[in-house]
């Protein structure tokens, strides 16, 4: 009983937060304009342009395996590799509506911290794989599929539209993640986390980073399994590490990214998300 009492209060808490939020967001993108951005991302400066992915990755609110198409968008119309990049690494991990609800769940403090490290992660390795010339490792390749509203033509009822299709992709997630916190909160011994899990063993931050690459765990899943695990007395370090590399680099993703992307560069990529969950840990272990 404890256990479903304890599934139902925290779907239901992430669910409204997730539809507020979301509709909040899906009525402001009306107004964003894309085209405008993606040429001032073209014409801008380094610093200026990276600031400018960072932000243009912070107001489309996509999962890994959708951004893809915006990546190759952006390829077509001749936005500097670097940028792009940056703008595939911060995507999935700077989404408005997660950072709200991971401030409102784990603290604003956490959330703050995780933005800024995300943020100079994902302009770091941008830059660097722009400098050595990675390139040179994209597939000649068009997708369809990114096709961004015309500026100013949402309205209410369009964002209530938009809204429900998001919670209908975002829905199941947030009832596995639920149903997993659930189940730790009610069945996982306290001590039991505490005493494998809460010490400040090193290694528990590498291993949650490399197991979280294979895995499909998206942000609105692994926020409520967060909250239960730290609850329990679960080091922070290793939680962030899986919460990053499950979102930055999901299985389906790598596949999409293997079809305009050579090997090399998708190599590249998996080690670069593998590097920034890692270390990402490791800042939250030693703060």
């Known amino acids: 009983m404890e256990t479903l009492k304890s599934f139902f209060w925290i779907a239901l808490e992430l669910t409204v937060l997730f539809i507020l ?13 894309y085209s405008k951005i993606e040429t001032s991302l073209r014409r801008g400066k380094k610093i200026k342009g990276a600031m400018l992915a960072v932000a243009f990755a912070f107001v489309t ?7 893809i198409p915006v990546v190759v968008n952006m390829l077509k119309n001749k936005v500097p590799f670097g940028l ?12 408005p509506t997660i950072l709200t609800v991971m401030g409102v769940i784990l603290g604003w403090e956490v959330t703050a911290v995780y933005a800024a490290v995300t943020t100079v992660f ?22 369809e599929g990114y096709k961004p509203q015309e500026q100013g033509k949402w309205d209410v009822k369009g964002s209530v539209r938009e809204t429900k299709k998001v919670m209908k992709t ?15 909160h009610g069945l996982v011994p306290t001590e039991l986390i505490a005493t494998h899990l809460g010490h400040d063993a090193w290694w528990l931050i590498p291993v949650a980073a490399l197991i979280g690459i294979p895995l499909y765990i998206r942000l609105s899943s692994m926020i409520p399994i967060s909250q239960v695990l730290l609850a329990k007395g679960m080091a922070l370090g290793p939680i962030m590490a899986l919460m990053i590399s499950s979102a930055g680099a999901s299985l389906p993703e790598v596949v999409l990214l293997k079809s305009i992307f050579k090997i090399q560069l998708v190599a590249i990529f998996i080690a670069s998300v593998l590097t920034m969950s890692t270390v990402s840990g490791f800042i939250f272990y030693v703060i």
């Open 84 to 95: 792009t990049m940056i703008f595939l690494f911060a995507s999935p991990l700077l989404d």
């Open 61 to 67: 609110p996509f999962c890994s395996c959708s951004t």
């Open 170 to 184: 975002v829905f199941p997630f947030l009832l596995i993640g639920a149903g997993i916190g659930a189940g730790i």
């Open 122 to 143: 994902s302009i770091s390795i941008g830059f660097a794989l722009e400098k050595f010339k990675f390139d040179r490792f994209v597939k000649k390749v068009v997708m």
């Open 21 to 33: 939020i979301t509709f909040l967001i899906q009525f402001l993108q009306a107004w964003i304009p």
